[in-house]
C-alpha cells in the first residue's frame, strides 16, 4: 500500500506541474500590471479551458501528493515517530491548502477576462485585490505546510531514517523552487515561464521518487 501511495505521489506531482504549465505559461509579450503586479495582460489571450483543466490537475495532482506524503510520513515513523507524524500530517493539510490556494489563483484571469468584456476594467483592481486579501493567510500558512515535508525529509535523509542515497536531500521542493528563480533571474525572457513555475511542483514529486526508492 505505501508503495503504491509513494507511486500515486510522484504522479500527482507531475499531474501538479501539469497544472502549473496550463495556468503560468503566458508566452511572450506577457507584462505584469495592477496591484503588485499580479495581472498578466496576456490571460485575455489564454482560452477558459486551460484554467479549468489547471483546477483539475490541481484537484487530483494534491490528493495523490498527500497519499505520498502520508506514505513517506509512515516511512520514515518506522525509524523516528515524531518526524513521520509531522510530515504526514503537513503533508496532509498543506496538500488542502494547496488545492484552496491553486483553484483561486486560477479565477482570477477567469474574473479579470470578464471584467473586460463587460467593459468594467476599472473593477479589476478592487476585485483582485480583495480576493489576494481573503487568500492571503492560507496561501502563506498552506504553503508553508507543504514546505514542512521537505525540512522532514532532509533530516530523515540525513539521519539514516530513510534508506536513500545522500544525494536525494536535494530532491525536494525547498531545493528545486530557488533553482527555478535562479533561471528566471539569470535569463527573464528565456525563463520567462518555465522552468520557474514547475519546480516546485516538481520537487512534491520527488518526494513520491524518495519514497518509492526507500521502499525497494
Not at 501538479?16 to 503588485?36: H, Q, S, V, Y
Not at 483553484?103 to 479589476?124: D, F, N, S, V
Not at 480583495?130 to 508553508?144: C, H, M, R, T
Not at 530513510?162 to 528545486?176: A, C, G
Request: net charge negative.
Amino acid at each position: 500500500m505505501l508503495m503504491t501511495f509513494s507511486v500515486l505521489g510522484l504522479i500527482g506531482g507531475l499531474l501538479c506541474a501539469a497544472g502549473d504549465i496550463l495556468f503560468d505559461f503566458k508566452g511572450r509579450g506577457n507584462e505584469k500590471t495592477g496591484p503588485g503586479g499580479n495581472v498578466d495582460t496576456n490571460w485575455i489571450h489564454m482560452a477558459d479551458w486551460r484554467f479549468i483543466a489547471s483546477i483539475i490537475c490541481a484537484f487530483f495532482g494534491d490528493i495523490f501528493v498527500m497519499l505520498g506524503l502520508y506514505s513517506l510520513g509512515m516511512q520514515i515513523a518506522d525509524e523516528k515517530p515524531v518526524l513521520g507524524c509531522v510530515t504526514a500530517i503537513a503533508g496532509c493539510a498543506g496538500t488542502v491548502g494547496g488545492v484552496l490556494i491553486h483553484t483561486t489563483l486560477c479565477l482570477q484571469p477567469l474574473l479579470y477576462k470578464r471584467l473586460m468584456e463587460a467593459g468594467h476594467p476599472e473593477l479589476i483592481d478592487s476585485v483582485l485585490t480583495s480576493l489576494y486579501k481573503a487568500i492571503a493567510f492560507p496561501f502563506f500558512f498552506g504553503y508553508i505546510l507543504l514546505m514542512t515535508p521537505a525540512v522532514t525529509t532532509i533530516i530523515a535523509i540525513v539521519t539514516g531514517s530513510l534508506d536513500v542515497p545522500m544525494w536525494f536531500v536535494l530532491l525536494n521542493p525547498l531545493v528545486f523552487l530557488p533553482v527555478g528563480i535562479l533561471f528566471r533571474k539569470m535569463n527573464p525572457v528565456l525563463f520567462q515561464d518555465l522552468p520557474g513555475i514547475i519546480m516546485p511542483s516538481m520537487g512534491l514529486a520527488m518526494l513520491g521518487l524518495t519514497g518509492i526508492v526507500n521502499l525497494m
